[in-house]
């Protein structure tokens, strides 16, 4: 097991997130990989090839082995992202054989036929990054 | 650069500039037919475009002087690896392009008329239940499309390797790091001359792509050929989410998944192509369009992520069809370059074209309107 | 005509701005890179600093102003002094940009970077490549296993979070193998071995290059008494090991290596490998600088000039990123880069800039006989670097194996980047880092040519991976230029 050796922390400016739906207590400029260490869960991602369990390996964002799912983000590389609270960290699992989950709301009928329309749909699942899209779509950016 | 010493062949049947996909063709189809060959490449064999376009294997939406070439190929692709004995990556998947309102359909319905007149029965137009049935996570606001069923995509490095290593076991000889400083044509030999080497054959092939304006000069042949450097993006693996390969029929949206995940985003979107160096510069604002046309039309792409970003070199000709066929100005020469961004898929027949230009001289296919001189009367 | 540039925070609004562009951008806040920002810094040019981190310092100094550690101390003073540099950094007039990452550097001085998943945009005239380095790779059977990290991650990880990872194998070569075993002792940490592969030879070759460690006499002691220190602390050490290989099938179980022929194993749920450090290419290689193998460090390195300047010669690159040098050098060099670009950028003479620059020119060159010595001590085994077993993983991201690469070859990629469209190694998201080497030597070696003529990947933008929502966007950043006064 990882441990800390960290000086004393008040308990009242921690952080909590999940990792992988278990709910963690973190110092706030903790890395992601470092929080998942502490909590014993190290196994990052699930390799595409061969689907072997995977974990970091040089903790400085250089081999991209610590790719992990951050807020339904893949690819986040947790050796350099820092926990932010209510943060939902998971194993990724993106393998060759895996395949999407058809997003239900996205799918409603009957649909407005115009782009914004859908796009304010699209907003409504909760992604700030669809929200970005969103607006930049509007403004024809 | 490795320089193909070793099995160098200074005199041969026909010489063939280029070693990209249409070069490498022309030399298995000639080699099949007791024909020496040698293809000279300034590079490596599969270097530029034909090593890294995005190996689209297209039937649908083809010009019309181009259908008849491409439904021939597309018969060949769906045997090819059995037939050249290796992994080419084809997958035919079909292809797709979806329209996204009503003008899009009303441009598909007319597009489908002028085909049918012809006899052609290829492309089918979908509904937007039919769309939605092929492509599950398209954007809702998709009304419908049009489909080609014996489309797909190959690996454009793997197919090129393959016609290379299948025209060598037949005896072609290809020669790397040779480029091409001087054509002569002395009584009935053409002479080639690099900087190390003279060449001499019978016949003289112009594969060159990118290059096939300069080549085409020095065998007498003048032709308005631009070059530009189209840009792709592929992505990090993504479950998968698309079978066919997609496009869209009024928007630069062009993309598909592999089978190993990753997604191959085109989209027709130009950088900044430098010949003299062998190089090109992307425009990255550019790429931006295309990503907002992803995400638009596959709402699941805004968690794509871009692993890497490329052009290749590729010659365009103004009205985006390649020049195929023999020279006007001299004997015993023939183009195949300029094919546009959309020759990967011709290849497989385009060595089948020359090879009967050359051993028999004539093809069955219509050259006229790809002839290398079209647009000399324009020009006056 | 002089504009004086203010310290600015990275969250400009939208003043008055009279240029669109910085004079100089920095990528990269370590030593090198923090140095040459301070001695950039004058009144009349404007000056970027990129930085992935949230904090200054580099790997070198991580953390060194808000050490997690009760006692910093325990890092030794190589870490501590470095407050020093972090501290001028701060208080100089370079616009620092921090917590960002860069994604594209054009020759063109077109900068693109990640700023809270929106890509931002700035130019610059003269650009300096202050990226540092990386752990050369270490390619042995089963190096792929959770539980196997690199050594310098064992540091990284007690630098910015305060993590030790007990009863951990340490094995490979070199000063930092001994640095953070002796780290970890210092704090209380159980280290299970130190599995030393340096072969015995090399101390005898290297004796050829003691006269110029000599120079260096401090650096010389600093290595034999964290040797010394391990060794009284009672833990662990096997001197001359080869054949490393990790034992396991889905988790690191173990280490089995040989010595003397004999073969030994030791059960280890975690292991810590380290061969040394090589540059950060990604940067330098995408920006298309030519590039030389490095005979005695076993490394690609872009071609600089002793100014630091590139093939372009509005690219330098200082620090590690241009050679492994070490935090001193590296330093020295960002000086000397930034008097070079001042002299280029013409505010200051030639002449000047050549005398400011002659103590860290003299430094940096007497350090380079050290850098022999020590380059030549802690040479990785071949072993180590160019595997040979069927099975051992070459690319990680990919999952290609040395026989996976051996078919490539055998169909026709000669060359790396044929050998990538063939087999896919080297087309993941680390974009070649942990393979680009080892790839370049395995050719070279079933080539039976030098590895400078089998060369490396071409690489492209981005270097990291950039999500397709955050491309859609591009955001603008032009220096804040104020003009205070006209200057004839």
């Known amino acids: 097991m990882f441990r800390s050796v960290t000086k004393q922390q008040d308990p009242m400016t921690a952080v909590q997130v999940t990792?992988?739906?278990?709910?963690?207590?973190?110092?706030?400029?903790?890395?992601?990989?470092a929080a998942m260490a502490l909590a014993g869960e190290t196994a990052t991602r699930v390799s595409p090839v061969n689907q072997q369990v995977r974990s970091a390996y040089c903790a400085m964002g250089v081999c991209f082995e610590c790719m992990v799912e951050i807020n339904g983000m893949p690819n986040r590389q947790a050796c350099l992202t820092e926990v932010v609270d209510g943060m939902q960290i998971n194993r990724q699992v993106i393998?060759?054989?895996?395949?999407?989950?058809?997003?239900?709301?996205?799918?409603?009928?009957?649909?407005?036929?115009?782009?914004?329309?859908?796009?304010?749909?699209?907003?409504?699942?909760?992604?700030?990054?669809?929200?970005?899209?969103t607006e930049n779509i509007k403004t024809g950016e | 650069m490795s320089v193909n010493t070793t099995s160098q062949k200074l005199s041969s049947d026909v010489l063939v500039i280029g070693g990209g996909i249409q070069g490498a063709s022309t030399a298995y189809h000639l080699a099949q037919r007791g024909v020496s060959v040698t293809v000279l490449e300034k590079d490596t064999v599969s270097r530029h475009a034909s090593g890294v376009n995005a190996g689209g294997v297209r039937l649908l939406g083809r010009n019309i002087a181009e259908v008849e070439l491409s439904k021939a190929a597309m018969q060949r692709w769906q045997q090819l690896d059995d037939e050249l004995d290796a992994d080419t990556g084809f997958r035919r998947r079909?292809?797709?392009?979806?329209?996204?309102?009503?003008?899009?359909?009303?441009?598909?319905?007319?597009?489908?008329?002028?085909?049918?007149?012809?006899?052609?029965?290829?492309?089918?137009?979908?509904?937007?239940?039919?769309?939605?049935?092929?492509?599950?996570?398209?954007?809702?606001?998709?009304?419908?499309?049009?489909?080609?069923?014996?489309?797909?995509?190959?690996?454009?490095?793997?197919?090129?390797?393959?016609?290379?290593?299948?025209?060598?076991?037949?005896?072609?000889?290809?020669?790397?790091?040779?480029?091409?400083?001087?054509?002569?044509?002395?009584?009935?030999?053409?002479?080639?001359?690099t900087k190390t080497q003279q060449y001499q054959a019978e016949h003289l092939v112009n594969c060159a792509g990118a290059w096939g304006d300069l080549i085409s000069v020095m065998i007498g042949d003048n032709v308005p050929m631009s070059y530009s450097a189209p840009m792709l993006m592929i992505t990090a693996r993504m479950p998968h989410f698309a079978g066919p390969v997609v496009g869209a029929v009024s928007r630069p949206l062009?993309?598909?998944?592999?089978?190993?995940?990753?997604?191959?985003?085109?989209?027709?979107?130009?950088?900044?192509?430098?010949?003299?160096?062998?190089?090109?510069?992307?425009?990255?604002?550019?790429?931006a369009n295309g990503a907002r046309n992803a995400i638009e039309f596959f709402p699941i792409m805004k968690t794509a992520c871009i692993n890497r970003m490329w052009?290749?070199?590729?010659?365009?000709?103004?009205?985006?069809?390649?020049?195929?066929?023999?020279?006007?100005?001299?004997?015993?020469?023939?183009?195949?370059?300029?094919?546009?961004?959309?020759?990967?898929?011709?290849?497989?027949v385009i060595g089948e074209v020359m090879a009967d230009l050359i051993t028999q001289g004539e093809t069955r296919f219509d050259l006229e309107p790809l002839r290398v001189n079209r647009y000399e009367r324009k020009t006056l | 005509m002089t504009e004086f540039f203010t310290p600015g925070s990275s969250d400009s609004s939208a003043e008055e701005s009279s240029s669109i562009s910085y004079d100089i951008a920095i990528i990269g806040a370590g030593p090198a890179g923090m140095s040459a920002a301070i001695t950039a810094s004058r009144a009349s040019v404007s000056v970027v600093v990129l930085d992935d981190k949230p904090r200054s310092g580099g790997q070198i100094y991580r953390n060194v102003d808000a050490s997690p550690l009760p006692d910093a101390e325990v890092l030794g003073p190589d870490y501590i002094k470095g407050a020093e540099l972090t501290t001028r950094f701060r208080r100089c007039n370079a616009h620092h940009i921090r917590g960002v990452t860069v994604w594209h550097v054009g020759d063109n001085g077109e900068i693109l970077f990640s700023d809270n998943g929106t890509t931002k945009r700035l130019t610059a005239r003269q650009i300096i490549v202050a990226t540092g380095a990386m752990e050369r790779p270490f390619p042995i059977p089963g190096w792929h296993l959770p539980g196997v990290m690199s050594a310098g991650s064992a540091q990284v990880m007690l630098k910015s979070d305060g993590l030790v990872r007990d009863e951990a194998i340490f094995a490979g070569t070199g000063p930092l193998l001994y640095l953070i075993v002796a780290q970890y002792l210092r704090l209380g940490g159980k280290v299970k071995a130190l599995i030393d592969t340096t072969p015995k030879q090399n101390y005898l070759h290297s004796m050829t290059e003691l006269s110029g460690a000599m120079r260096a006499p401090g650096m010389l002691i600093k290595g034999v008494g964290l040797l010394n220190e391990i060794r009284k602390s009672g833990t662990k050490i096997v001197s001359f090991a080869e054949d490393l290989k990790i034992l396991g099938e889905e988790q690191a179980e173990g280490l089995s290596y040989t010595r003397g022929g004999k073969e030994y194993s030791l059960p280890a749920s975690h292991i810590f490998l380290h061969q040394g450090v090589i540059p950060n290419l990604n940067m330098t290689q995408a920006l298309g600088l030519e590039h030389d193998w490095c005979k005695q460090q076993l490394c690609w390195k872009p071609k600089l000039n002793r100014w630091g300047q590139s093939s372009k010669s509005h690219i330098a690159v200082a620090g590690d990123s241009g050679g492994i040098i070490g935090a001193d050098s590296a330093a020295a060099m960002g000086r000397i880069v930034a008097l070079n670009q001042l002299v280029n950028l013409g505010v200051i003479s030639a002449l000047e800039g050549e005398s400011e620059a002659a103590d860290d020119l003299t430094f940096v060159a007497s350090q380079q006989r050290f850098r022999r010595f020590i380059d030549r001590l802690y040479r990785p085994l071949d072993q180590q670097r160019i595997p040979e077993s069927p099975g051992t993983v070459v690319c990680r991201c990919e999952e290609r194996t040395?026989?996976?690469?051996?078919?490539?070859?055998?169909?026709?990629?000669?060359?790396p980047n044929q050998l990538k469209s063939q087999t896919r190694c080297g087309m993941g998201p680390c974009q070649g880092r942990m393979c680009g080497h080892t790839v370049s030597e395995l050719l070279a070696n079933w080539r039976n040519q030098p590895v400078a003529d089998v060369g490396y990947y071409r690489l492209r933008s981005p270097m990291r991976l950039v999500t397709l929502a955050e491309l859609s966007q591009f955001t603008d950043v032009t220096p804040k230029a104020k003009k205070t006064e006209e200057v004839n």
């Open chain 1, 95 to 133: 393998t060759e054989a895996t395949i999407a989950e058809l997003q239900t709301e996205l799918k409603v009928e009957p649909q407005p036929q115009d782009v914004t329309g859908n796009l304010s749909e699209l907003t409504a699942t909760g992604s700030s990054l669809a929200a970005d899209v």
């Open chain 2, 94 to 193: 079909s292809l797709i392009n979806i329209a996204a309102d009503e003008n899009d359909l009303d441009s598909l319905r007319s597009r489908e008329q002028q085909m049918h007149s012809l006899g052609y029965f290829h492309e089918v137009m979908l509904d937007k239940r039919e769309l939605l049935e092929r492509l599950p996570h398209v954007a809702d606001h998709c009304v419908g499309g049009v489909v080609s069923e014996q489309d797909g995509y190959a690996i454009p490095f793997h197919s090129t390797q393959a016609f290379r290593i299948a025209a060598e076991r037949l005896g072609a000889c290809f020669c790397e790091g040779e480029l091409v400083e001087q054509i002569r044509k002395v009584g009935d030999s053409w002479l080639v001359d």
């Open chain 1, 19 to 33: 990792i992988n739906d278990t709910l963690v207590s973190v110092v706030p400029g903790t890395t992601v990989w």
């Open chain 3, 402 to 415: 040395v026989a996976d690469l051996k078919k490539g070859f055998e169909l026709g990629g000669r060359e």
């Open chain 2, 254 to 287: 062009s993309f598909k998944q592999f089978e190993n995940g990753t997604v191959l985003i085109g989209g027709g979107a130009k950088g900044f192509a430098d010949r003299a160096n062998n190089t090109t510069r992307l425009d990255y604002s550019l790429m």
């Open chain 2, 311 to 348: 052009s290749g070199l590729e010659a365009y000709m103004p009205d985006n069809l390649p020049v195929l066929g023999k020279s006007m100005r001299a004997e015993k020469a023939y183009h195949a370059f300029a094919f546009s961004a959309h020759g990967f898929q011709l290849g497989p």
